[in-house]
């Protein structure tokens, strides 16, 4: 199933799945697979942000990674623009790199240390022929430099010169030297103090604003994308279990397991009291995940139904979308 729309949206995902097989035995033959995205369908509008939440291993940052085929899929199909990502050649995937990048979490590991700023930078721009000079590239790179609130003095140090705040800056700035149109931003602020994740996300607003860009906001914390995010899809075990614009979801969700992420967000307002839901057991195993719905063995509201009927995911009136027996 697929969000409502009525424009054309910019990414369209259908029935994504990634498995990662398994092997054993002396032969290595494959004995079984982690179910890391199931079937996971959305579209996305020129300029909106979905921001994408879950525990770790719901299999938000597969997602991410295979719309960019970082991770061949299994199965689906990703179409961005009118070009089907999934069956593009590797030349033309490289051209398509330059419309969709990807803002990694760890700004520690995703910069190599060897390089300097100038030429993490100037990769792109290289690879692209994106600068006609030597001076054209090097003012690029001020430019892009300037542009995510560093300068000129930056261009010639390495990644170990700087704190998180301003290596995600120059990830930031990487990601944008090919002009692209779509952003997946993979937990970019996860790896940071809280005070610079708010400056972060600032600049990620301002960017948004300036460039028209998309973003796919990936974060395990629902406070995080809330004011970020247009639409919020929450994520459980390789599958949307809800999918709604922000507003709604915050204020309405129709999923157990989003009503438990919600309950462990803090409230600016001190005389507004929200009961914490506290989810006992841990995520079950991706490999064998549980029959019926999956997050039945967590769920404080399960039925008996919820143990052998997989809830599907139905549209509860303009694109609120849940699955969950409790809204039939
Ligand atoms: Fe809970 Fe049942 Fe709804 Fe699943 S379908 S979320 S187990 S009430």
Redesign the pocket.
Known sequence: MTTQSTAKPLLRVKQLVKHFPIRGGILSRVVDKVHAVDGVSFELQAGETLGVVGESGCGKSTTGRCILRLIEPTSGQVWFEDRDVTAMDKAALRAACRDMQIIFQDPFASLNPRMTVASIIGEALSIHKLAQTPQDYEDRIVSLLETVGLNADHMRRFPHEFSGGQRQRIGIARALAVSPKLIVCDEPVSALDVSIQAQVINLLEDLQEKFGLTYLFIAHDLSVVEHISNRVAVMYLGRI?EIASSRALYTDPK???TEALLSAVPIPDPSVKRKRIVLTGDVPNPINPPK??H??PR?P???D??RNEA?VLKDLGEGHMA????ND
């Open positions: 279990v999923h157990p397991y019926g719905c997050f039945h769920c509201k399960a039925m139904r919820c809830p699955a969950c027996h409790l």
